[in-house]
């Protein structure tokens, strides 16, 4: 059975401090599910997902043009509703073709090699070895424990001691959907210890939130380091999980497109198509087409 097709393989890790929900937000990438128990990972654990990547996946849609005549009466009073196409007439016509407009773009997909390493100090010196060769990296801490927070910075100086220079790091503020619950019982009590320590992000506006690292704050954390981008997720909910791996993988497509990796080279963290994939099987049927038009001699 062959295996589905990828144009080229990343090597991403995930890296943080334990409890993090560093496993969580791989199995909810790679199998689309929540477990709330997961032992602690020793060493390294493995996933992967095909994703695809570059237009015309990754082209925004062009935005709809308000239209001049009045929305149809049909219940919906809202006057932003969209025209509604009248019943009965064609479809419109499509504008011909112009000889020289070239084809859209072949989508292209990339398999992501997910590296879902221990945050505890105990395996710390272990894991460093995984950071070699990656070529992307998600930089996970705890929205509800500034501690986990204020040490992304240590670990950002070893990823950039091992990795390859290029390597493209995306912050993510994980537990997004404890940030709003609010214990039972607890109601006042929370919200009137956040206020007498004088902690704004204890509150954000909600009473018994449990956020203790703004938004505003990781953001600017990214910005001074230089860090692609800062995505707030929730492995039990799944909120912006795709989100924060495919920040990762459209920046390593455009640095492949940008010459950046040498695709035979190991090191680099990321690997060209293989003899499984589409685009070999396409070179191999046209190979054979060739042939057989050749006839034999």
């Known amino acids: 059975m062959s295996s589905p097709p990828w144009d080229y393989i990343a090597k991403l890790v995930c890296i943080g401090d334990s409890g993090c929900g560093k496993s969580s937000l791989t199995i909810r990438l790679c199998e689309g599910r929540f477990s709330a128990q997961h032992d602690v990972t020793i060493g390294v654990e493995f996933g992967s997902r ?35 196409k009248p019943e009965g007439l064609p479809t419109p016509r499509t504008t011909p073709k112009d000889k020289d407009q070239q084809d859209p773009p072949e989508q292209k997909h990339m398999k992501l090699s997910l590296w879902d ?21 998600l930089l996970v801490f705890d929205i509800t424990r500034k501690q986990t927070f204020l040490h992304v910075t240590d670990w950002l100086n070893d990823l950039r001691q091992i990795a390859e220079p290029d390597i493209v790091v995306v912050l993510v503020g994980n537990k997004l959907d404890r940030a709003s619950e609010t214990p039972e019982g607890e109601e006042d009590d929370t919200a009137a210890a956040s206020k007498s320590n004088g902690n704004p992000n204890r509150d954000d506006g909600k009473t018994g939130h449990r956020r203790e690292v703004s938004r505003a704050e990781a953001e600017a954390w990214a910005k001074q380091n230089g860090v692609l981008h800062y995505v707030e ?20 497509f455009e640095n492949i497109n ?39 001699c």
């Open 50 to 84: 095909i994703v695809p990547v570059g237009p015309p996946h990754s082209t925004p849609k062009p935005p709809q043009l308000a239209s001049s005549q009045p929305a149809e009466h049909s219940g919906d009073s809202s006057a932003d509703a969209p025209a509604r």
């Open 258 to 296: 940008a010459g950046k990796y040498d695709l035979n080279d190991r090191r680099s963290g990321v690997k060209g198509p293989g003899p499984g994939t589409a685009a070999a099987r396409s070179v191999q049927l046209s190979n054979q087409k060739k042939a057989a038009a050749g006839g034999c």
């Open 117 to 137: 390493t221990a945050g505890q100090e105990t395996y710390k010196s272990v894991t460093r070895s995984y950071f070699r060769g990656a070529s992307g990296a």
């Open 233 to 252: 997720t929730s492995a039990k909910s799944g909120e912006n999980v795709e989100a924060a791996f495919m920040n990762v993988a459209e920046r390593i």
